[in-house]
């Protein structure tokens, strides 16, 4: 939108954002105009709709008024050997026939990490000391030695981080993947608030600005050209991740299998909670439609709710792994999602052009979520599986989910296939010895096999 200097200060005055104008005022002419020119793409509306309610609790997920009920759910435990079997067959049919293709989100900023670099970059301790992308890589590139043909991987960055995720893969060789099935897009942002509802600076005449959230993956496909690029490779199912979790297995071609055997649009893999008080949202029904609500928005009579035998009535977590069809995606990119806020430690430069390092969370970050998605389609299917195969998050430093907790979880699970294997192993060894998924996928083919352990 063009607006007058004077018009947008009106617009600053509107919005209680007197201190902006100071800032302005002080600038030289052109610094002044690149301002002001980042200053009227903002929709305060929009913004200040976010954050006030996120102040009124009443007015979000289970603390409001909506109605939400348990949601159906498949087990892939419950299911019978065959039915297994011809789940997996199907999502290797489609592997095999180039309809799958898979995206990591992978634009935060690991703030509650606190590592400088792109999240996927880091290592989280492994014997082989691989990054998570590398892991991510070398999945995909067993998968589409099996298929005979490659997964197109789609990774999702953020102004913030692209360059140097590009960098990353570049300096790799692309792990052996071929680069030009690799493509990168960056997401969109948004402007960070300070508690009291202030803009922040990022530099001098420069507003601070944040990813504004996983939930833009596929209006940000849409502009960047991927959805065309997933249509000409003939993609029909997009298998879509989280970049920070060690376990994750990309492309699974069993939950693909389930996921094109239902006739819903979305499937998600979830696991089973396993305290109340877990920090993953819940996947259930909102009025009547399938939903996802955050931890942050759960009220504590609906987290603690527990079923006659006991188990927690909203057991199902979500774990961000999601299988989207494509028809799906293109007629919903563009959905006008709610914004989430988040309370983060966010760096800023205060008007005296000192930088500030907040020990705390000191600002608002709007942020939309994949999941809204979830209430658009007609049906989805809830696959359940067992939380030591799939979900292995870092998002702290240290303690929980953390790198440290991460390498054991993708060790123990290592050491639980050579058992079934039958592979015996020294004793105290077991925590150091780590399988290369470029030998196996999910614990198959190890006795034919080698496998690395540290000198
Ligand atoms: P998180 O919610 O854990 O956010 O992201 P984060 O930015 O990585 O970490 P914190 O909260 O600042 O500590 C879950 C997934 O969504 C991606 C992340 O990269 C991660 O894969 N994400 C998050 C985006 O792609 N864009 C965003 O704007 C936010």
Redesign the pocket.
């Known amino acids: 939108m063009e607006l007058s200097l004077e018009q947008v200060k009106n617009v600053l005055l509107a919005y209680r954002q007197e201190h902006v104008i100071e800032r302005l005022e002080q600038l030289p002419v052109q610094a002044q105009q690149k301002l002001a020119a980042q200053i009227a793409q903002i929709e305060f509306e929009t913004l200040f709709r976010a954050i006030d309610r996120h102040k009124d609790p009443r007015a979000v997920g289970t603390l409001g008024t909506e109605r939400i009920a348990p949601i159906a759910y498949e087990n892939w435990n419950d299911y019978d050997e065959k039915q297994q079997q011809a789940y997996g067959e199907l999502g290797w049919a489609l592997l095999r026939s180039g309809k799958v293709g898979a995206v990591v989100?992978?634009?935060?900023?690991?703030?509650?990490?606190g590592s400088s670099g792109p999240?996927g970059t880091i290592d989280i301790g492994l014997p082989s000391g691989k990054s998570l992308f590398q892991l991510q890589a070398e999945r995909l590139l067993y998968l589409s030695k099996r298929a005979g043909r490659n997964i197109p991987w789609y990774v999702?960055t953020?102004p913030v981080n692209h360059k140097a995720t590009e960098t990353f893969f570049q300096a790799a060789d692309y792990f052996g993947y071929t680069a030009a099935d690799i493509v990168f897009f960056s997401?969109q942002t948004m402007p960070v608030l300070d508690h009291d509802g202030k803009l922040l600076f990022a530099e001098e005449g420069k507003l601070l600005l944040a990813?504004?959230?996983?939930g833009?993956c596929f209006a940000s496909m849409r502009k960047s050209g991927v959805i065309e690029d997933m249509k000409q490779r003939g993609v029909e199912w997009l298998f879509y991740y989280?970049?920070?979790n060690a376990l994750i297995k990309v492309a699974d071609p069993d939950f693909l299998g389930v996921a094109a055997a239902h006739a819903n649009p979305i499937a998600t893999k979830v696991i089973e909670k396993h305290d109340p008080n877990e920090k993953i949202g819940i996947v259930c029904t909102k009025n009547g439609q399938p939903a996802v609500v955050e931890y942050t928005e759960i009220s504590e009579d609906v987290k603690r709710a527990r079923s006659k035998d006991g188990q927690l009535e909203y057991h199902l977590g979500n774990i961000?792994i999601h299988a989207f069809q494509l028809d799906f995606i293109e007629q919903h990119a563009d959905s006008d999602l709610v914004y989430h806020v988040a309370s983060?430690r966010m760096e800023y430069i205060d008007d005296k052009g000192v930088r500030v390092q907040p020990a705390e969370p000191n600002a608002y970050k709007l942020?939309r979520f994949i999941f809204d998605l979830f209430p658009m389609a007609s049906g989805l299917t809830v696959l359940k599986t067992e939380r030591d195969e799939q979900f292995a998050p870092v998002?702290n430093r240290s303690g929980e989910d953390s790198p440290q907790t991460a390498r054991e979880l993708v060790l123990r699970l290592h050491s639980k296939w050579l058992k079934a294997a039958g592979i015996a192993v020294q004793e105290g060894k077991l925590d150091q010895i780590e399988i290369s998924p470029l030998q196996s996928y999910a614990g198959e083919g190890l006795l034919e096999r080698k496998f690395m352990e540290r000198p």
């Open positions: 989100v992978a634009g935060g900023q690991g703030s509650r990490l999240k999702m953020s997401q990813p504004s959230g996983p833009e989280n970049v920070d961000s983060k942020e998002k």
